[in-house]
């Protein structure tokens, strides 16, 4: 036979009492004041503390960890700088160093980069034309960027009317 407090018990928690403790559970803890808002490099999503952000990126990013800064803004793998490029840097998360080759060009230069490191003095100054970055992380993936400068990319119509006819 059961105890009558095991009864008074459940009563209390169908009253009420469970339901507060759940509450209280999922009541934020600390209200942020005022947050520091970080933004995801590769998605550009705000996040409020390094470890969000941190978890965000390995969970949802995973091997992106490598990505260019062109002119201030994060580049996937093609962009197209009108004006030019005026900074350039490659940014790398959870690798110690990589390896970065630049064609501009005719000009070829290797170079191992950590974390970010700024390209600039690699690329000729007032540079036309396609810059090709391919950036080999330590134990990770390769990327490759392309960035146009000043021109835009030749636009290959023969290319394009031929799988037109045979599609
Ligand atoms: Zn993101």
Redesign the pocket.
């Known amino acids: 036979m059961a105890d009558w407090k095991d009864f008074v018990e459940d009563n209390r928690e169908r009253d009420g009492q469970l339901l507060d403790s759940l509450e209280a559970r999922h009541r934020p803890q600390v209200e942020p004041s005022p947050p520091p808002v970080l933004h995801?490099p590769?998605?550009?999503?705000a996040f409020y503390s390094d470890d969000s952000l941190e978890a965000?990126?390995t969970q949802?990013?995973g091997p992106q960890h490598v990505y260019l800064r062109v002119n201030g803004s994060i580049i996937r793998e093609v962009a197209w700088a009108e004006r030019g490029i005026q900074t350039i840097s490659v940014v790398l998360l959870g690798h110690p160093q990589a390896k970065v080759q630049i064609h501009a060009g005719a000009a070829r230069k290797t170079l191992t980069a950590e974390s970010e490191a700024s390209l600039q003095q690699h690329v000729p100054k007032g540079f036309e034309g396609e810059l090709h970055i391919d950036v080999e992380p330590e134990g990770g993936r390769r990327r490759a960027f392309s960035v146009y400068c000043h021109s835009l990319p030749e636009f290959r119509q023969d290319d394009i009317d031929c799988r037109v006819q045979t599609s």
Do not use: A, M, Q, S
């Open positions: 995801c590769v998605c550009l999503n965000h990126i949802v990013h």
